[in-house]
């Protein structure tokens, strides 16, 4: 028989073309679920075939943003005849002017970021939450970040799209637990991703990333996939509203 921690479990797993959603997806296949890896951007899925996932995961393309694109996704479901019992609403924007602080973040990058890293997770479970109800099983998995819990000098609308995403996963918690649909937050630290390469890359950020975070060492994708695949799994069938924090000691401090 089978132990796989996820099987029979369906996912959906946004921004899964790259960084932590993409190490998550291959966590995922290994441990047994069949995921949609969706991501705005094409994804390059090489890696998964020639391991001999072919027949366990589909690509789509999604915007978590766009309204419509979610109705789409739930057509494909449809077709599909599946029933997913996992979401992990990842993708989200960070760039530069995400970054800039408060009075410098512009009204354009404002309503940007927050459709996406706020809005997003809205749309995301707002469409998926009622699918889990009819079949009173689900857990919902939010990357929200250690900026969603604290503030920095770097940003404004990412620790507000971020904080949000905490409390709202605790609303939606409530909400649906008649439901057996539990929804957690996952917190991450510094990570080594696309999101941050260039950052990183600054003289002396990625020094300073490694010595703020008491374990020593700016995080690996997997080190945070790890924590998703608990929180989809059975294994947390009694953790709902809970906020997992995954950052080397960071908010420890
Ligand atoms: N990298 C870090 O240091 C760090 C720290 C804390 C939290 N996080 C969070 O972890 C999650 C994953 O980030 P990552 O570091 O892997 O970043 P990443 O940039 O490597 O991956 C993000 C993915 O999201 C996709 N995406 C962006 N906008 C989208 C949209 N509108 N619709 C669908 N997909 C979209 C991108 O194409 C990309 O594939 C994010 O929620 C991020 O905020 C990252």
Known sequence: MSNKRLKNKIALITGAGSGLGYETSKLFLSEGSFVYMSDINPIDTNELIENGYKDQFKEISLDISSKLAWQEFLVILKSDKKNINVLVNNAALSNPETRWDLINTSEEI???????????V?????????????NKDGSVINVSSIFGKVGSEMGAVYHAAKGSVTTLTKAAAIQYASSNVRVNSVHP???????????HNKPGVREQRNKSTPL????????VAYGILYLASDESSWVTGSELVIDGGYLAQ
């Open 110 to 120: 404002w309503e940007l970021a927050m459709s996406v890293n706020s809005t997003g």
């Open 189 to 199: 630290g510094f990570l080594e991703t696309n999101m941050t390469k260039k950052l």
């Open 122 to 134: 809205f749309l995301g479970m707002k469409n998926i939450i009622p699918e889990m109800i009819k």
């Open 216 to 223: 020593g060492r700016i995080g690996n994708p997997i080190d």
